[in-house]
């Protein structure tokens, strides 16, 4: 969160020495066929073993909103005015304002960390591609999926049970066991948008704050795991393409639904197990690090799509983002659904 919280970060320093303790050794070895040292190119950080070095903290903060805005429609870059102009704008909206009646309300600004600028690029949207800057219709399968999903939470609170559900019900993020934009694929949130990533000749591990979850990804060319294994955060593997990282993921699981950020959920529809993602790291200077993610599943989109992130060098280390702390939210959430669901029957 901002600032950094101070708790422990014992899960990254334990696999963080788990990497680097053998490295002086590894160093030394010849890269594997599928990892082998691409040639070098004047000016890109270079690992002992020859790889680009994308080693470090990296910070993904922008306003700059997924899908393109009707006010820059056909427009795939913003002048130096229009991006001085959303950064004005969303620095006058970004105030606390007291809730609804009935809301409770959530964290005040404080705690939320969107960023203050638009990206490095001056892109109008983090979609590329489709040209439009749009997140692709979805398929008949996905919105029959979300009109159903729809229909059984009507009237129901966000991250709230349905009436008669269990724990279940409730989010992944709510829950503690994946962080809503720490992926696989990343995209910028709330907060906690950083990332770490440490290197060896044969894996990379890739550390999110926000979760916190980290992901160890083998560059041996080992094939994807069968079908039947699903991870939470699905099945990476990892090639070199030049001086380019490339993380291929499969097997999702079922609860998988990327894309929870405001505004484009009901148009994921509830993206499910079938996603193929692609996602893409290149090391542009000592300051940046371009990220791209590229999702397919025919269930769920009439196409593929693309997004792209300049994620910025950051200068504090990560600590521990400690999201469960004995979650005592979980208990409370479930007993207000229990308290609604006796309230509706007695009305009844």
């Given at each position: 969160?901002?600032?950094?919280?101070?708790?422990?970060?014992?899960?990254?320093?334990?696999?963080?020495?788990?990497?680097?303790?053998?490295?002086?050794?590894?160093?030394?070895?010849?890269?594997?066929?599928?990892g082998s040292a691409p040639a070098k190119k004047p000016g890109v950080a270079r690992t002992p073993w020859g790889h680009p070095d994308l080693q470090g903290v990296w910070d993904f903060r922008t306003i700059t909103p997924m899908e393109r805005p009707a006010r820059f429609a056909g427009?795939?870059?913003?002048?130096?005015?229009?991006?001085?102009?959303?950064?004005?704008?969303?620095?006058?909206?970004?105030?606390?304002?007291?809730?609804?009646?009935?809301?409770t309300g959530t964290y005040n600004k404080f705690w939320m960390d969107f960023g203050t600028t638009v990206s490095g690029n001056r892109r109008s949207s983090l979609i590329i591609d489709p040209p439009d800057g749009r997140i692709p219709a979805l398929a008949p399968e996905a919105k029959k999926r979300f009109d159903e999903m729809a229909a059984g939470r009507k009237g129901v609170e966000t991250d709230m049970p349905r009436p008669g559900a269990w724990l279940e019900d409730v989010s992944l993020s709510v829950r503690c066991i994946v962080g809503f934009n720490s992926g696989p694929p990343m995209?910028?949130?709330a907060y906690n948008n950083n990332v770490q990533l440490v290197q060896t000749p044969d894996h990379v591990m890739i550390y999110n704050e926000m979760g916190p979850s980290y992901r160890i990804v083998p560059l041996n060319g080992r094939p994807?795991?069968?079908?039947?294994?699903?991870?939470?955060?699905?099945?990476?593997?990892?090639?070199?393409?030049?001086?380019?990282?490339?993380?291929?993921?499969?097997n999702f699981k079922r609860e998988t639904a990327f894309g929870r950020y405001a505004g484009a959920y009901e148009r994921l529809g509830g993206?499910?197990?079938?996603?193929?993602?692609?996602?893409?790291?290149?090391?542009?200077?000592?300051?940046?690090l371009l990220y791209e993610a590229r999702v397919e599943d025919p269930t769920t989109w009439v196409r593929p799509w693309a997004y792209q992130l300049?994620?910025?060098?950051?200068?504090?280390?990560?600590?521990?983002?400690?999201?469960?702390?004995?979650?005592?939210?979980?208990?409370?959430?479930?007993?207000?659904?229990?308290?609604?669901?006796?309230?509706?029957?007695?009305?009844?």
């Open positions: 969160m901002r600032g950094r919280s101070l708790g422990a970060w014992v899960g990254l320093v334990v696999v963080g020495s788990l990497l680097l303790a053998p490295l002086p050794a590894m160093a030394q070895r010849a890269p594997t066929a599928t427009k795939e870059f913003l002048t130096a005015e229009e991006a001085a102009t959303l950064e004005r704008e969303n620095a006058e909206a970004d105030v606390d304002r007291a809730p609804k009646a009935g809301d995209y910028p949130a994807h795991l069968p079908q039947t294994l699903r991870p939470w955060l699905g099945d990476s593997i990892a090639r070199w393409e030049g001086d380019t990282l490339v993380i291929d993921t499969t993206s499910g197990p079938n996603i193929h993602l692609v996602e893409r790291f290149t090391r542009v200077d000592a300051n940046t300049s994620m910025k060098a950051a200068t504090e280390p990560i600590y521990e983002y400690a999201c469960h702390e004995a979650n005592y939210s979980l208990a409370t959430i479930l007993e207000g659904a229990r308290q609604r669901d006796e309230e509706a029957a007695r009305k009844r």
